[in-house]
Structure formats: C-alpha cells, structure tokens
C-alpha cells in the first residue's frame, strides 16, 4: 500500500481535531524525534542567505530532516503557513547556516494517526502527582529522541558515553543543558536498555 501523505494544514487540523492544543508545536516535536515523517513537494536551499535568491539546490519531492524540525522555532526572516504548507527562513543545517523554501509540506498521515493513539495514552498528571514547578528539563522528550536515534540506526552506541553525548546534543538545542552528572543516570538507562536487543 501506498504512504498517504496529508497537507500541514490537514495535519494540524487532525491533531487539533485530537485534542492537543497545540497541535503544531506537537507535530514539529514529533517530527523532529523522527516520529512522523515529513516531505516537501518543492524545496529548495542557499548558503548564502544574504542573497537568497541565488539557489544552490532545488528538490522535487524533498524528505524534509529532523534537523528543520529541530531549528524551526529558532528559524529567523521567513514565512511560516501552515495553510498552504510553506515554510521559509535561515536555520542551521549540518554545513552551517542555510536559507530555506519549502512548499506543499505534508507528513505521513498514518505515523501521525499512531503518534495521536500513543498519545492518548493516560496523561502523565494521572499517572504522577504533579506538585511544585515543572522539570527544568524535559526528559521523556529527549529519552524517546535518543531512543529514536538508536531504533532508526543513527545512533550506533558502543558505550555509555556516546549515549551521554546524544543526550546532551539532544539539549544543545534548548535553552540549557543538564551537568554531565545529571545526564548519566539517564544515560545509564538507555544504554542497558539498547544492549537487551
């Protein structure tokens, strides 16, 4: 069977229709964790991002990376449209700083459909008192990134640091990161859990 692919705006609509409140900060953190997959019917980029015009690449049908998702609220200058699926502004790619266009976004209508079903799952207030402040960091979040890293097979762990390492990029992206003391017990979880497959 063929991937059925839905516009951003269809996308949004479904989570929002879901419940989620907001829903597109929901679906770029899914997207993001590699969770839902995204393509671009026509995207292209520049490196030189003073004049953009001057097109390095053009894309037909563009698998938009989880590296977009990761600097799309850092994204700075450009159109941001759900509606009709255009996205546009300066982020960092893995080369440096790139100007990008995007048009006739969509996402993976049944990976966002599984996502929406897990996410029903009973809400982490009914499973845990929530007293005091929230967390300074968001650990589930970045657990389920490393996790995803390492199920897709862009992480290849061979130890507990490197495990450490992806954490911590992981939050590079954040306002702050967690000391290395912080981080280590966590890590320490993952990795013995990667190392029962």
């Known amino acids: 069977m063929a991937e ?22 929901f679906i770029i953190e899914l997207a993001s964790m590699g969770l839902v997959r995204s393509i671009a019917t ?23 990376p989880e590296w977009f998702w990761d600097n799309y609220g850092g994204m700075t200058e450009g159109e ?20 990008l266009e995007l048009r006739g976004v969509q996402f993976s209508c049944g990976e966002l459909e599984a996502s929406l079903r897990s996410a029903r799952l009973p809400a982490r207030s009914s499973l845990v008192a929530q007293v005091g402040r929230r967390p300074k960091y968001d650990w589930p979040a970045a657990i389920i990134a490393v996790f995803g890293q390492i199920f897709r097979g862009d992480l290849k762990p061979e130890n507990q640091a490197d495990v450490e390492a992806a954490l911590q990029a992981h ?27």
């Open 80 to 99: 941001r449209d759900w509606e009709l699926g255009r996205l546009s502004g300066i982020c960092y790619g893995p080369d440096g700083l790139i100007w």
């Open 42 to 64: 026509s995207a292209r980029g520049a490196k030189n991002y003073n004049n953009f015009m001057s097109w390095d690449w053009k894309e037909r049908d563009w698998p938009i």
């Open 171 to 197: 939050f590079l992206t954040r306002d702050s990161e967690p000391a290395e003391s912080t981080l280590r017990p966590y890590a320490k979880l993952i990795w013995d859990e990667a190392q029962k497959a």
């Open 4 to 25: 059925q692919w839905i516009s951003a705006d269809a996308a949004k609509r479904m989570t929002e229709s879901d419940g989620q409140q907001r829903a597109v900060e």
